[in-house]
């Protein structure tokens, strides 16, 4: 089982959105409604920003929002903010008992 | 909210068996699923494995067959053993809780390195 695919990195000006697609299988991101995002600074814990493919915890801003088609699941962030420059990781459940997580994108505000 | 406290060895030579431990507070272990996750340094996540509260467990296939997850209620601590150890087994090393098919709060991270 490979890791799911993300784009290496992406970046845009505040305000403006960047999407950051997660591209899985049949046997997991397309099988499975259960696609969660973290989002993780430099040497802290990831955090959960989106789970259940578009579903969002308690607290974290509605400009993160996340949707799913095929095998490719997307997170996308609005009204970009310096603040949401960091590392951002996808994960399935992909069956058999298991996770899968992304590879991992970079998001720079410019 | 719950937090979660990790503690363990942080050098390891190969062939030796990591051991962390991670303490939960605030909370219980009854009811929710709790997960190991590690990440090489510079890379991406990976999900090690999970245990109930009723010690059923789920392993990665990939390192199945080198590791333990397992929990104790009257401690509400959890444990992680990974046997064998190489290079490659070098990460920073999380312990979560799960909510549903996501995980929703992590420990600080253990940085394991394993050198001879």
């Known amino acids: 089982q490979s890791a799911l695919t993300q784009p290496r990195s992406v970046s845009g000006s505040p305000g403006q959105s960047v999407t950051i697609s997660c591209t899985g299988t049949s046997s997991d991101v397309g099988f499975y409604d259960y696609v969660s995002w973290y989002q993780q600074y430099p040497d802290k814990a990831p955090k959960l920003i989106v789970y259940?493919?578009?579903k969002r915890p308690s607290g974290v801003p509605d400009r993160f929002s996340g949707s799913k088609s095929g095998n490719t699941a997307s997170l996308i962030i609005s009204g970009l903010q310096a603040e949401d420059e960091a590392d951002y990781f996808c994960c399935s459940y992909a069956g058999g008992d298991y996770y899968l997580f992304g590879t991992g994108t970079i998001v720079t505000v410019l | 909210q719950v937090q979660l406290q990790q503690w363990g060895a942080g050098l390891l030579k190969p062939s030796e068996t990591l051991s962390l431990t991670c303490g939960v507070y605030?909370?219980?272990?009854?009811?929710?699923?709790w997960s190991w996750v590690r990440q090489p340094p510079g890379k991406g996540l990976e999900w090690i494995g999970e245990v109930n509260d009723r010690g059923h467990t789920k392993y990665n296939p990939s390192l199945k067959s080198r590791v333990t997850i397992s929990g104790d209620t009257s401690k509400n601590h959890l444990s992680l053993k990974l046997n064998s150890v190489t290079d490659a087994d070098t990460a920073v090393y999380y312990c979560?809780?799960?909510?549903?098919?996501?995980?929703?709060?992590w420990g600080q991270g253990t940085l394991v390195t394993v050198s001879s």
């Open positions: 605030g909370g219980s272990l009854s009811n929710h699923y």
């Open positions: 979560a809780r799960n909510g549903g098919f996501s995980v929703a709060d």
């Open positions: 259940d493919v578009s």
